[in-house]
């Protein structure tokens, strides 16, 4: 005789005496063990195609974002390197005499130290996001029943911190912005051209840090209007579904009281 | 206009609910499986159901169960499922 229990594909038990949910519905019966029929029901990580594919697009956005902030990491790493390099040029060009110099020199080296640290902050808060999305898929596909995917969940989880992101990159674009009035002193710095080699690296050098600090600060320009977006977009819905649901006060307070 | 953020809580429960059923698609999904996989009290989710089909986003269905039993299928409306893709989508990177 084939146990329910046990068989999935076993039919709906026929009972003569049916027990009653009296929680739910007077005439519906519940019973996590009997769960025949619906492939969905029975495996909740055989998920709808419409789903999967949302899901995978949603993946693909998350690793987007975590390749275009790591591009942007790299750059501001570089350039502080490239800095440190410019420096120690400049010296050997004896150009740092006055003490004015090298103080423009540490603060520029500590601005673009901050922008760096900035730039891996923002990483790690998108790293986070994207490893959250698709460790759920690896642990859903490799260990059936016991994580779910939760686009839901990711998606609150960057809600959370789209306000820190956005102030991460207002500080940047500020700290760029300090960069480049103080860049425009560095042609003030007195040369002393008697090494055409080394002055002519130190001046491409001085253009290729500030070229990539250029591209980094109109990344972060573009990164600002799209969380931006993001942020009126979820508000937007968040409105929509507040306004079809009137009753969401008892319901926010049920949850409370639960 | 009310603040969303003060509804943050019920309305992760809505999307959850709502992300539920769209894996489920057209098979829809028995009460209780969404409660269990949500985690909800089965008097709380009795409550929430209740509102998102006030609100159109899915419907509930009774279907014979056995000889004299009945249970519940709920299944995401094209409303509901809007919804949820609106709410997943990021900026025009995902074009629904």
């Given amino acids: 005789m084939s146990n329910p229990d046990r068989d999935p594909n076993a039919p709906p038990p026929i009972d003569e005496n049916p027990t009653r949910d009296g929680d739910s519905d007077s005439r519906t019966y519940f019973s996590p063990a009997f769960t025949p029929d619906s492939p969905t029901t029975l495996n909740p990580n055989i998920q709808s195609l419409e789903y999967q594919s949302l899901r995978q697009q949603y993946q693909s956005v998350t690793r987007k974002n975590q390749l275009i902030q790591t591009v942007g990491t790299i750059f501001t790493v570089i350039t502080l390197f490239i800095e440190y390099f410019i420096y120690h040029l400049a010296k050997r060009l004896n150009s740092l005499v006055d003490r004015i110099h090298i103080l423009r020199f540490a603060g520029i080296f500590g601005i673009l130290f901050f922008i760096s640290v900035l730039a891996i902050i923002q990483l790690v808060v998108i790293h986070k996001w994207n490893t959250q999305v698709n460790v759920q898929t690896r642990k859903t596909s490799k260990a059936l029943n016991q994580t779910q995917i939760s686009l839901t969940r990711s998606q609150y989880h960057i809600i959370e911190q789209i306000k820190f992101i956005q102030f991460l990159i207002i500080l940047t674009l500020i700290l760029s912005a300090i960069f480049f009035i103080l860049y425009r002193n560095y042609y003030v710095i007195p040369i002393n051209t008697r090494f055409p080699v080394i002055f002519r690296l130190y001046r491409t050098l001085l253009r290729l840090s500030a070229f990539l600090c250029l591209i980094y600060t109109v990344f972060e320009i573009a990164q600002l209007r799209v969380w931006t977006k993001r942020l009126k977009i979820i508000n937007r819905i968040e409105n929509r579904i507040v306004e079809e649901i009137p009753e969401l006060d008892e319901l926010t307070r049920i949850l409370k009281d639960n | ?96």
Avoid: C, D
Avoid at chain 2, 46 to 62: F, G, S, V
Avoid at chain 2, 67 to 82: A, C, D, P, S, Y
């Fill in chain 2, 1 to 96: 206009m009310a603040t969303p953020r003060k509804y943050r809580s019920a309305l992760i429960i809505i999307q959850s609910i709502l992300e539920e059923l769209m894996k489920s698609g057209r098979e829809g999904m028995v009460k209780t499986h969404i409660y269990k996989n949500v985690g909800l009290k089965t008097s709380v989710g009795e409550k929430y159901l209740e509102q998102l089909e006030a609100a159109e986003y899915l419907t509930i269905t009774e279907e014979p169960w056995g000889k004299e039993r009945f249970r519940l299928r709920v299944h995401i409306t094209t409303k509901g499922q809007k919804r949820f893709q609106w709410f997943i989508q990021l900026s025009n990177e995902l074009e629904m």
